[in-house]
């Protein structure tokens, strides 16, 4: 029964959310009014939990600050501080703070966790009395069914009504390190340090999921604080076409950043969708190395093997031993997940054979690339069409196919994941 | 030189061509059945005297949806997403409601005008009804934004069917065309009901929700926002000239042989025929069953987009089932619900739904114009794309107008029938 009683109680006090805050009667330490509270700030450099500023309206609609030492208790009802009216009224303005209400309620914040973007409904916070006064510390967004009732009925019946009543439907929260901010506002981001670390470590299909939901000012604040290398493998999951309008959006440095740790082959395609000029000037910007390497892509028609395959590869002349294949693979500059083969090649670059990487696992070191090879490697010329070389992946089961010239040079491989993109429709 | 300047004007129309769609799309919408029937009547009754309305209207379509689609392209977000980060949960949720139960309204009266379409060339309702319902639903949830905006410019094109009848309807053009600017106002209110009916259904609430988060979905970028305002502006021309002629052969026939009551459009068509031909009559038929099928598509389209983004859900005709499944649960939903309606209930049993719906849009006009006059006046959303000192003035003009209109028509509902 006492337990029963306590945990009542803390379910009541303990936990508080922001739209019960919003418009709370502010009262001083005499018992004077001050005004209710319209907003809440938080301060990430110094603690990116806790609440460290109410903003209160006064009567004549002024906005007054009091910070979180001046805040001597909070409950449902009402809020009181432990200065006189008169000291609040001098407290000056704070530096640019992470605004509740502004910056996320009813924004759209990326759960990291589920990873998908939402709206947010409600701020769930916790009332914490710590040495002589109260603080808030910030808990979970809600963006469940409940706390929609919650809103719905704010103002309209009492507090603790509302309560009860969304208590009996389904909520759902996200717990507030998960949660992503979208800011727009380059200054602002580094200011409230707003950072997409967690984002950053998620599988780029899904970092790029994320960045379909959003808006393009917010796709681009997104793309512009992550690092290179996960910007560059989160745009390459996107449509073609989608990517053009991303990269365009950005400044061109960064762009050409992006374009740089892309895959050669991703790179062409979307340089070929964008404006001529704009990709003169991304090219223009990337290393000479990457940009030859796309360079020497864009020629090819659409819909052939040469507008699909990679420059990417590994081949090894053919004296080389297995040894030799881990020193390249140590210094492959591509995903060393895209290779399933190593080729073998004379000086000229003439393809002589290929041998899968399986085969090289399970021979001693030692072994001469030229006793794993089989024999006769399909490949095809870079005008081949792309429903050819589908079809070859089918019938033989491949995972690569080199392309050669009428030379027989090796000039790329096209690889299984290309051709799947293909055969579902996403270039 | 000249071929440059070839080159260069071909370049342009390509990027209009690429652009093109939701403005055209959205404005044709406008012709919708009702929008049909309530052009029939002005004809039939006021033969050619309430033709200059067409020029106010034409400029308030023009004036509203250029801004809807200019807060599409600058902001990236649907309208009910700004409604909803700018005047929080509740406005939008009770937006929500009057939107979802005005549009089940008006799909009602969408799939209503179907039947009685097809009635002319004697289809069952029982089966054109369903199927049209089936055709409608699987568009939309099997194709892609692609393909489904294709569809729709193809269904702007039929409205071609209507130039052609009022061809066929021999009408004294000369007259016709004078009377476009030649405002003219006659005793009775009658006459007053049916400008007011004419311009006050001109500008819906859904259509804003529709247009802005078709520019979105279809990614225009900010470089190519002057061919989304000539999408928009050819879009709104193009539906008034259709209306034009829809208007002048009711009044070339109808009027001219003597004062008719029509009950419905699918009535304008079937009147036509003793005075200009079955071919008439059956293109002015065939008419009406591609605007109902076009904006029983739309309709339900835009609720199912505009309560997502409110809540904060995924949608889109891109995304797939799983995706978005409220996206198109609601979609489905009004459609079957709809298309059941018409064929379940008795047309009296329609009337006060489709009524209700009427109230619903004309109550919800006014906060949904005030609150993108606001929205496209912020500089921080809308920048330096924000409204000029001279467009304002027109808009709020246009706006406040607007509001005036349908709170008039719906008073009139009330008290006196006018085609609604």
Redesign the interface.
């Known amino acids: 029964m006492e337990t029963r009683r306590c945990c009542a109680l803390l379910w009541e006090e303990a936990v508080i959310y922001f739209t019960e805050i919003q418009n709370l009667p502010t009262y001083d330490v005499m018992g004077a009014y001050v005004g209710r509270v319209v907003d809440l700030g938080i301060d990430p450099n110094q603690n990116a939990l806790r609440i460290a500023a109410y903003f209160v309206e006064t009567r004549e609609k002024k906005l007054v600050y009091v910070p979180r030492e001046q805040m001597q208790s909070i409950t449902v009802r009402s809020a009181q501080t432990s200065v006189t009216r008169a000291e609040i009224h001098s407290n000056k303005t704070f530096g640019d703070l992470l605004r509740v209400r502004k910056d996320v309620l009813d924004q759209q914040v990326i759960d990291v966790d589920h990873r998908k973007v939402v709206r947010v409904n409600d701020i769930d916070l916790e009332i914490q009395p710590t040495n002589g006064h109260t603080e808030l510390r910030v808990l979970a967004v809600n963006v469940g069914l409940a706390s929609a009732v919650r809103r719905l009925l704010q103002g309209l019946t009492a507090k603790h009504t509302s309560r009860k009543i969304s208590s009996f439907i389904p909520s759902r929260t996200i717990p507030w390190e998960f949660v992503n901010l979208i800011e727009p506002d380059a200054s602002r981001r580094l200011k409230l340090r707003i950072s997409y670390e967690r984002l950053a470590r998620l599988h780029p299909a899904d970092i790029a999921d994320i960045l379909e939901e959003l808006s393009r000012d917010e796709q681009r604040s997104v793309i512009e604080a992550l690092d290179h290398e996960t910007a560059a493998q989160a745009i390459s999951e996107i449509p073609t076409e989608k990517q053009a309008q991303l990269l365009q959006s950005i400044p061109v440095e960064k762009a050409a950043d992006i374009v740089d740790e892309m895959a050669p082959d991703e790179a062409a395609d979307v340089l070929q969708e964008l404006p001529p000029e704009t990709s003169a000037k991304l090219l223009a910007d990337m290393e000479t190395e990457g940009a030859q390497d796309v360079k020497d892509l864009l020629g090819f028609e659409e819909n052939t093997a040469g507008a699909l395959m990679t420059t990417h590869y590994v081949a090894l002349d053919r004296a080389a031993t297995v040894e030799n294949v881990i020193e390249a693979m140590k210094g492959f500059e591509g995903s060393v997940e895209s290779i399933h083969s190593v080729y073998l090649i004379d000086t000229e670059e003439t393809l002589l054979g290929a041998v899968p990487l399986a085969r090289i696992l399970l021979a001693p070191a030692r072994t001469p690339l030229q006793e794993l090879s089989r024999g006769e490697v399909r490949s095809v010329r870079p005008e081949t069409d792309a429903k050819a070389v589908i079809d070859l992946f089918r019938k033989y089961n491949l995972l690569s196919l080199p392309v050669v010239d009428d030379k027989q040079h090796l000039q790329g491989v096209v690889t299984a994941d290309d051709v799947l993109d293909l055969v579902v429709g996403r270039r | 030189m000249d071929r440059k300047r070839l080159a260069s004007f071909r370049k342009r129309l390509l990027i209009f061509l690429a652009v093109v769609g939701p403005g055209i799309i959205t404005a044709n919408v406008d012709n919708d059945p009702g929008g049909i029937y309530t052009y029939s009547i002005a004809g039939a009754k006021f033969g050619y005297t309430l033709l200059w309305t067409l020029v106010p209207v034409t400029i308030a379509l023009i004036v509203v949806q250029e801004m809807v689609a200019r807060m599409g392209v600058v ?3 649907g309208l009910a ?1 700004l409604i ?2 700018e005047y ?3 406005t939008t ?1 009770i937006l929500m409601i009057c939107l979802l139960v005005a549009d089940l309204g008006n799909t009602i009266s969408e799939f209503a005008g179907l039947a009685s379409g097809m009635s002319v060339f004697g289809a069952s309702r029982y089966i054109i009804v369903p199927l049209g319902a089936v055709l409608v639903w699987a568009l939309v949830v099997k194709g892609t934004y692609r393909f489904v905006e294709k569809v729709f410019l193809v269904s702007c094109v039929f409205y071609i069917a209507y130039p052609i009848s009022c061809f066929l309807a021999h009408p004294a053009w000369k007259e016709s065309v004078e009377s476009v600017f030649r405002p003219s106002v006659q005793p009775g209110h009658g006459y007053l009901y049916m400008i007011v009916g004419l311009v006050g259904t001109t500008i819906a609430p859904w259509m804003q929700f529709y247009l802005q988060s078709a520019v ?1 979905e279809k ?1 225009i ?1 900010l470089k190519e926002y002057v061919y989304s305002k000539w999408d928009v502006i050819v879009g709104c021309v193009i539906t008034d000239v259709v209306a034009f002629f829809i208007i002048v052969a009711c009044a070339a026939t109808i009027y001219a042989s003597g004062h008719r009551e029509i009950r419905d459009a699918a009535d304008a068509a079937l009147a036509l025929r003793p005075l200009a031909g079955h071919a008439a009559t059956a293109l002015f038929a065939f008419g009406l069953v591609n605007a109902a099928l076009l904006s029983a598509c739309i309709l339900p389209l835009a609720t199912a987009y505009y309560v997502c983004e409110g ?2 859900l ?1 949608s889109g005709i891109n995304k797939r089932v799983g995706e978005a499944p409220t996206f198109y649960w609601l979609y489905t939903g009004l459609i079957a619900l709809g298309a059941l309606a018409v064929v379940v209930m008795r047309e009296q049993m329609q009337v006060p739904i489709i009524l209700l719906s009427q109230v619903v849009n004309g109550i919800m006009l006014p906060f949904v114009l005030i609150f993108m006059l606001r929205l496209s006046n912020r500089e921080d959303l809308m920048g330096a794309y924000r409204n000029t000192r001279a467009f304002n003035a027109v808009a709020w003009v246009t706006c406040v107008v607007m509001i005036l209109l349908t709170v008039l028509l719906m008073g009139a509902q009330f008290f006196h029938t006018v085609p609604a």
């Open positions: 902001t990236g977000k997403d909803r980060e929080g949960f509740r949720f979105v990614g970028k809540l904060g995924e």
